[in-house]
Structure formats: structure tokens, C-alpha cells
């Protein structure tokens, strides 16, 4: 500065400095929920290699539902992401003991449920007082509810017959196929409701949601209609066709 001026001094420039932010996931949606994923699966990485009990040996742990640890974390988790945070919390529970970290026994406190997992026992499904049972079943994006009742073999879809419901065989034989199956065709009437997918996948839905309540009126059919694979659940989609083929395979 000149002298007799008043004119202050132009600060030196500065240097360009980029910030980096500390979490990787600074910039997601969901910041707090991914570090906390990566910081599980980072840490289960660091042990991998140490011994690991077979999964029915592993103590029994019931882990945090999906809407607790929404809470957790304070963020709208998806399913997806609550399930690949348990099945990294499963890998890391295999450890043996005798060896297992300090470290990871303190990160798999946060995510166990204060309950005694042998004390956990499904709701059991009744009857109710109008005689009825209901099933639930899905088969790809389609889902059905079945109501069964003691009759002579009525069948409502969506209010429609069964014929009117499924133009083709296959897809009526499908739908009740565990009545079918274990000789009860004309021992019940169904009321069913079905939406979601195309008609195929709608009735291979009805099978399950059938055989379901089927069980819940007759619990002793359960090793038959498990031996008839009556209760296996797809979720797979129909991919697109390939080159050369007609239409797209079936998963």
C-alpha cells in the first residue's frame, strides 16, 4: 500500500482447493443407511477368513425388522437393502465363538432384537366363525387371496366362473390344482380374488393361495401337498426374448 493511501491490501489468492467429503455416499439418497452397509460389509470382508460354523450350528439371532431399522437409521430403506444388511449380519454370526472380534460382536448388537428368537412362533391360521380359511399366494407380479369353505365345489374368481375367468385348460386345472391333487374338488367352494400380471401367473398364484388355506382346514395334507411342491413361491419376471427364440423362456 502506497503511503497517504487508505486503500487496503488485496488479500493474496487463494489456491484451488477441492472439499472431499468424508462418506462416500455423501451424495445418495440415502447417506447414512449406505454407510452403514458398507461399513458392515467392509468389516465382515476383514474377517472372512476366519472359522465359520455351518448355518444350522450358528446361534439362533432375530435381527431387526424392516420398519426398525427404518428407525435406526432414520432414512425410508428399501426392503432390498434391509435384506442384504441381514444376510452380511448372517455371514458375520457364523463365526465361530471362540474367535469372533470384539468389533464385530459390537456391530451385530445394534441390529439384534431384544426377544428370545426360540420364543418366536408363527400365528397360527384358524378357521373363523363362518367356516372359512383363507390362503394367500403370488407367482411373479400377480397375487391372490382364497377363501375355502366346506361346500360343493363352487368356484368365484373376481366374481367371474372359473371358465369365464381362465379361457384356457391349463390355467383352471392350475388354479385348483391342490383340490385336484388330494381328491377334494367337490368337498369345497372358493371365493378367490386375483390382480397383478397376466392370467397364467394369476392362476399359478391361486395355487399356492389354495393349498394354503387348504391346509389350514386339513393340517395333516401338509406332506402331500409339500411333496407336490405346492407351496414353492416365484418371484422371477419374464425376461426379455432372445435372438432366435419365439418367445421368452420361462424361469
Known amino acids: 500500500m502506497e503511503r497517504g493511501s487508505s486503500k487496503p491490501e488485496d488479500p493474496p489468492p487463494m489456491p484451488n482447493v477441492r472439499v472431499v467429503p468424508a462418506s462416500p455416499s455423501y ?45 435406526l437409521v432414520g432414512e425410508p430403506v428399501k426392503a432390498a437393502r434391509h435384506r442384504r444388511v441381514i444376510r452380511v449380519l448372517q455371514r458375520m454370526n457364523r463365526i465361530h465363538p ?36 383363507i390362503g394367500h399366494g403370488e407367482r411373479k407380479s400377480s397375487t391372490a387371496r382364497a377363501w375355502l369353505v366346506e361346500g360343493e365345489g363352487e368356484v368365484l374368481i373376481n366374481g367371474k366362473s372359473l371358465t369365464t375367468m381362465f379361457g384356457r385348460v391349463h390355467d383352471r386345472e392350475s388354479a385348483l390344482w391342490a383340490l385336484k391333487a388330494t381328491g377334494r374338488l367337490d368337498k369345497y367352494n372358493v371365493w378367490a380374488l386375483v390382480e397383478g400380471g397376466g392370467t397364467t401367473g394369476q392362476a399359478e398364484a391361486l395355487t399356492l393361495a389354495v393349498a394354503r388355506a387348504l391346509l389350514v382346514h386339513e393340517p395333516l395334507l401338509k406332506p402331500a401337498l409339500r411333496r407336490g411342491r405346492f407351496f414353492s413361491v416365484s418371484s422371477f419376471p419374464i425376461v426379455a426374448p432372445r435372438i432366435g427364440c419365439t418367445g421368452p423362456p420361462r424361469p
Open 27 to 71: 451424495f445418495s439418497a440415502k447417506p447414512d443407511s449406505t454407510d452403514d452397509y458398507l461399513y458392515l460389509e467392509n468389516l465382515q470382508r476383514k474377517h472372512e477368513f476366519l472359522p465359520a460354523l455351518s448355518g444350522a450350528d450358528a446361534p439362533r439371532v432375530s435381527w431387526r425388522t424392516l420398519r426398525e431399522y427404518r428407525v
Open 98 to 133: 471362540s474367535v469372533m472380534p470384539t468389533e464385530i460382536r459390537r456391530a451385530m448388537e445394534v441390529y439384534k432384537r431384544d426377544v428370545d428368537p426360540r420364543l418366536n412362533r408363527p400365528r397360527p391360521r384358524e378357521v373363523d366363525k363362518f367356516g372359512r380359511a
